[in-house]
């Protein structure tokens, strides 16, 4: 398995927030391309954290990782929805007619539904759990008595509670369904692009950009649990 995303494009690379900054790189021009960007970079980002964990053996630094595995995942999923919305808000143009400037077939929304459906399915199941995780064990503490209470229960026990519920098995579904979904979506013509290769050139890429692959979880899941 690679060790990260690399995106090209033909001989060039895209933006990358912290290995690509080169003026010869394409920068994304809109917010969905922003978010197709960074949707890259924190899966990325996770699957470092997942081999990092794969390799301790002490359980309490497992859960360490695991917390902010979640935390990113929580990021992650902020920026697929937006990526979701933009595939689903798409102009669509019909099988056998001109394609659009940007837009997809009905092929590829009838592909995407079904994709995305498998996604939001499985982030129904634990987004509630990555909000909770984030915001009483991991980048937040909120473990005082006056907070609300979470299936009946509240300070510290909320705390043992979600502790006790951190478990990367949670999570399997919902790390298992944004390949997919994402590898469908960053194929699509409905990104915009735009690089300054020099002084007084400003160049506009449309349509598709060349392929690339967002790594799967499955490897990971594997090891896991051996």
């Not at 021009?29 to 949707?39: F, R």
């Not at 079904?114 to 909770?132: C, F, G, H, M, P």
């Amino acid at each position: 398995m690679e060790n990260d995303l690399n995106i090209q494009i033909s001989e060039n690379s895209v933006f990358h927030p912290v290995w690509q900054r080169d003026a010869t790189a394409w920068f994304p021009g809109d917010e969905k391309t922003s978010a197709l960007i960074a949707g890259g970079h924190i899966w990325d980002d996770i699957l470092r954290l997942s081999k990092i964990r794969i390799q301790c053996k002490d359980e309490y630094n497992r859960k360490l990782i695991l917390k902010y595995i979640c935390i990113e995942l929580r990021s992650l999923v902020q920026v697929i929805d937006k990526l979701h919305s933009a595939v689903m808000s798409a102009e669509i143009y019909k099988a056998g007619t001109k394609p659009l400037w940007r837009g997809i077939s009905t092929e590829e929304r009838d592909v995407a539904m079904q994709l995305w459906t498998n996604y939001s399915t499985a982030k129904k199941q634990v987004e509630r759990d990555l909000i909770n995780i984030r915001n009483h064990i991991a980048a937040h503490r909120k473990f005082s008595y006056d907070t609300k209470k979470i299936e009946g229960v509240a300070g510290w026990n909320l705390v043992m509670l979600l502790w006790d519920r951190l478990e990367i098995e949670l999570f399997k579904d919902l790390m298992s369904s944004i390949p997919p979904a994402f590898n469908h979506a960053k194929n699509l013509n409905i990104y915009e692009w735009s690089r300054k290769p020099e002084d007084g050139v400003i160049e506009i890429l449309g349509g598709r950009l060349s392929k690339w692959d967002f790594i799967d979880s499955s490897e990971i899941e594997q090891k896991d649990e051996v």
